[in-house]
């Protein structure tokens, strides 16, 4: 958005800051989903669950290739821009966590 050429003359300052907006609001989803997954661990407590091994290992291996893709993608955009660099850095952190 902050990209486009201005045909009509009249953009504001606040149109370059999309970009901030952007990631702030993907903040909030991502706090809106740990709200939720913490209050579903939470109501789990003391249950009794039988783990899926198999379909667990098949979702963690597609989850790790999926990060190395966004890796690739994400590594040139991240000396540029404030928000892909912390997309790029979040991606770095979850693929450390499924190797380690």
Known sequence: MATRKDTSGIRTFGSYRAEVFASGL???????????????????????????SGAMLIVGAIGLAVNVAALLLLRGGARE?????????????DTWVRWG
């Open 81 to 93: 821009s404030l928000n892909v660099k912390g997309a790029y850095l979040e991606v770095v952190a």
């Open 26 to 52: 993907a903040v909030l989803l991502m706090l809106g989903v740990a709200a939720y997954v913490s209050i579903a661990a939470i109501g789990r407590i003391g249950a009794s669950v039988e783990v899926e």
